[in-house]
C-alpha cells in the first residue's frame, strides 16, 4: 500500500512540475485565484490619506481660529465648514466615532468641534 501511495505522490509532483514548467502564465493564475479565495485582498481605503488630512486641517486651522482682519462672514463661515469636514474625514479614516455631523450650529456645535480636535490629537493626529 505504502509503494502505491508513494508512486501516486511521485506522478502528482511531476505533474505539476511539468505545469508549471509548460504552462508558467496559468499556474500563475491559478495560484493568484487560489491565494484571493484564501485571503482576500483588504478594499483600499476610502478618502484621501490621513497626512493630506492633516495638512489641510493644520492649514485651516489658523483661518477659523484667528480670520484675518476683513474677512468676510461668508469666508469664515466657509473655511469652518470646510475645517469640520476634514475633522469628520480624519475622525473616520482613524476609526473614531463621528459626533460633529448631525450637531446644529451654535455654542455646541462650537463644543463639539473642540471635543472631536481632543479626539484625534489623542488618537495622534497634530492639530498645531
Known amino acids: 500500500m505504502a509503494g502505491l501511495v508513494a508512486i501516486v505522490v511521485c506522478t502528482l509532483m511531476l505533474g505539476v512540475a511539468m505545469a508549471v514548467f509548460l504552462c508558467p502564465g496559468e499556474m500563475a493564475r491559478a495560484y493568484r485565484r487560489a491565494r484571493t479565495r ?3 485582498v483588504e478594499p483600499a481605503p476610502e478618502g484621501p490619506p490621513i497626512e493630506e ?3 489641510s486641517l493644520r492649514r485651516l486651522r489658523g483661518e477659523v481660529l484667528a480670520p484675518a482682519p476683513g474677512t468676510t462672514m461668508a469666508r469664515r463661515r ?3 465648514a470646510a ?3 476634514l475633522l469628520v474625514a480624519a475622525a ?3 476609526g473614531e466615532p463621528d459626533t460633529l455631523t448631525g450637531v446644529p450650529e451654535g455654542t455646541d456645535r462650537e463644543a463639539e468641534r473642540l471635543r472631536l480636535e481632543h479626539v484625534l ?4 493626529l497634530a492639530l498645531d
Open 92 to 94: 473616520r479614516a482613524l
Open 83 to 85: 475645517y469640520e469636514d
Open 38 to 40: 484564501v485571503s482576500p
Open 53 to 55: 488630512l492633516a495638512r
Open 121 to 124: 490629537r489623542r488618537a495622534g
Open 78 to 80: 466657509g473655511a469652518t
